[in-house]
């Protein structure tokens, strides 16, 4: 078994003293990013970017999945105990988790979200264990037609997902886009658009632009308003989960993993998606659905499972095509870049040392998590308490030190300021920073191969249909386009 | 609120319309072997023509309204923000002169004693603190170039 040999080998990484080291720091701050509110995956990612820069590949890619493990995982806490969710996957976990909190049984919920996270997150673990190989190879069979089509389905399934409206989102799209193509052209070395200043030639820095969009601008928003917790009294008492509320959540745990997990394989998908799906896949199948939202567990389990299985999902994308299935994953992509290594159909042959060591890292990974955030559920409470004002400096200066570290240029620096101030005018005007960022990441790529075909089939954009991998992912994206544009069409003809 | 989608949809045309001529100056080359300039020009009109829309959509009242809320959340939140815009413009200007230790010192003290309201002496220890620890974290521990400044 290629998958059992691998997996071991990985396992012969993970457990090196420093790996294991770096991974228990990973979830550690993750779950310290997680609790505090206003910072995500994306934001704790990007945040601790720059401590990896001097680490192995390996190392540094294992203390960054464990800082995503922690964050999601922190914000379940927070939803539970505050009712803010400490990121957006964890909206869901609010419904159901405070109500719980609130009736007294703040332990088992805080409890059952780490116990169906570790289950979720091991589960699913085997399906990216042999599926990543399998996509791997079906990705050899890609060639540019293929490659164009699978990114256009994603960019627009990342706008139709969106929260708000989907022009807008279209068009924070298309703006990604043509931020990706400032600087040198990659096929005729041609400069754009970068106004004969050097350090545009390499194009627009991705770790300033993320840290900008998503922790700077988040910091304005947060300024703005005093923040107010209303802390819970009560003493945590007990958090192992009854008897009954074992019964009450096995099926939700595993209906959870296997949607979170295939939900995060596609494309412009993330988890606040997954675990919206679980909330309701669990209260249609429930016997008892009035009382989803008055605090049962089945609405912690369920999408906390859900929550925790889709990053495995989103793995496979990232590992076996090179592609990033949302903001979080594009920054996972950044720092493998960083390190020389480019994801992709070779990843798993060419460096097996990384492919391995993250998938053991996760196995390791998701036991630290249960054994940390069970004893230190009261040390996350204190870390609510302490108010924002203390926080926001030293957040300041990781956004500095990141975008500083990666060039040693002040460029940077402006850089981020600038799409910070953007980030913040983009909340002020409903727009949606997420279709910026991914089709910003994937923009290169796009235009690279999108030439390519068109030179590959002499100009006709037929290769695009004719091939069928190709015609399937752009029949998705029509039937979704078409989706978007129907209602709009209808009240048309209706208003006519 | 109208105003939002008129001044965002227009700067987004622009936007738009300035990668388009960009573009076409580049060259868009034959459809079998696009150029530098094609897919700029190609999104570029996208993107105009979407920002169109958004602007038509606002003026036909077609855009479903956001909930009319002032510009910042509370009266006088413009103060804090634009602090922190001005320390990170002085942390811009002041990083390779003074050294990493000394403008991060400066730029934590201002910002725990003006934005934070904490007191001096807080706010001191702080940014002593978080300035020399992340030097001994990045630089010592992880040897990542930071400036020295004039130390």
């Known amino acids: 078994m290629v998958a059992v040999d691998g997996l071991m080998y990985g396992f012969g990484i993970v457990f090196l003293p420093q790996n294991l080291l770096f991974c228990f720091i990973g979830v550690f701050v993750g779950t310290l990013i997680g609790v505090l ?15 990896t820069f001097g680490l192995a590949p390996a190392t ?23 009712n803010i969710p400490g990121e957006a996957a964890s909206v869901i976990t609010c419904l159901d988790g405070y109500q719980m909190a609130r009736k007294g049984r703040a332990g088992p919920a805080l409890g059952m979200a780490a116990i169906a996270s570790f289950i979720a997150g091991t589960i699913s673990l085997f399906g990216l264990l042999f599926l990543a190989p399998t996509f791997a190879n079906l990705a050899l069979e890609f060639s540019s037609p293929e490659y164009v089509s699978l990114i256009l389905c994603g960019l627009i399934l990342v706008s139709f997902l969106g929260s708000g409206s989907r022009l807008k989102a279209f068009m924070m799209a298309c703006v990604g886009l043509l931020l990706g193509t400032v600087g040198t052209d990659p096929i005729e070395g041609m400069e754009r658009f970068s106004f004969g200043i050097p350090y545009l030639m390499d194009g627009v820095g991705l770790i300033p632009v993320i840290m900008g969009l998503f922790g700077i601008s988040e910091i304005f928003s947060n300024l703005e308003e005093q923040h107010f917790h209303g802390i819970l009294k009560e003493k945590i008492t007990n958090l192992l989960p009854t008897l009954q509320d074992w019964k009450d959540s096995t099926w939700p745990i595993i209906r959870g993993t296997v949607l979170g997990f295939f939900v995060g394989v596609i494309p412009g998908t993330n988890t606040v998606i997954a675990s919206t799906m679980s909330y309701a896949l669990e209260k ?20 906390e499972a859900a929550n925790n299985s889709g990053p495995s999902g989103a793995f496979i994308p990232l590992l076996s095509l090179g ?13 493998l870049m960083i390190h020389g290594i480019t994801p992709g159909p070779f990843l798993i042959t060419q460096s097996p040392d990384i492919f391995w060591s993250v998938i053991a890292s996760m196995y390791i990974g998701n036991v630290m998590l249960l054994a940390l955030n069970l004893p230190l559920v009261g040390l996350w409470v204190q870390v609510i308490k302490i108010p924002y004002a203390y926080f926001f400096p030293i957040i300041l200066v990781f956004c500095l030190l990141g975008s500083y570290c990666i060039g040693s240029t002040i460029f940077d620096i402006g850089v981020m300021l600038v799409f910070g101030i953007v980030g913040f005018l983009m909340k002020k005007f409903a727009y949606e920073s997420t279709p910026l960022i991914l089709a910003f990441i994937l923009g290169p790529m796009f235009e690279e191969n999108f030439r390519r075909a068109l030179v590959l089939s002499f100009g006709s954009f037929r290769i695009f249909f004719e091939r069928p991998i ?24 209706m208003g006519a | ?25 580049m060259g868009l080359g034959p459809l079998d072997a696009p150029g530098s300039g094609f897919f700029p020009t190609m999104i570029g009109g996208i993107l105009s023509a979407l920002s169109l829309a958004l602007l038509a959509a606002t003026a036909l009242g077609k855009m479903q309204a956001m909930e009319p809320r002032p510009f910042w959340k509370e009266p006088n939140s413009w103060v804090k923000v634009s602090l922190v815009v001005l320390s990170l413009i002085f942390y811009m200007a002041a990083l390779e002169y003074l050294g990493y230790i000394a403008t991060t010192i400066v730029f934590i003290l201002f910002l725990l004693r003006f934005v934070g309201k904490k007191s001096w002496g807080i706010s001191l220890a702080m940014a002593l603190l978080v300035s020399l620890g992340s030097y001994a974290l990045f630089k010592m521990a992880l040897g990542v170039y930071l400036p020295r400044g004039w130390m």
């Open chain 1, 284 to 303: 249609k199948v429930s016997k008892h659905p009035e009382k989803f939202g008055t605090g049962i567990i089945e609405g912690v389990a369920g999408p």
């Open chain 1, 37 to 51: 509110p206003g910072l995500g995956p994306s934001g704790a990612l990007a945040l601790l970017l720059p401590v």
């Open chain 2, 1 to 25: 609120m109208k105003i939002y989608d008129w001044v965002s949809g227009l700067l987004c045309l622009c936007v738009g319309l300035a990668f388009v001529a960009g573009g076409v100056r």
């Open chain 1, 470 to 493: 190709s015609a399937a992912f752009l029949v998705a994206a029509m039937v979704l386009l078409a989706f978007t544009l129907l209602p709009t069409f209808r009240k048309i003809r």
């Open chain 1, 60 to 82: 540094a890619i294992i203390m960054l999945s464990g800082i995503y493990y922690g964050a999601m995982y922190g914000g379940s806490t927070t939803s539970i105990l505050i």
């Open chain 1, 323 to 335: 592609i990033p299935t949302n903001a979080t994953m594009a920054l996972l992509l950044a720092s």
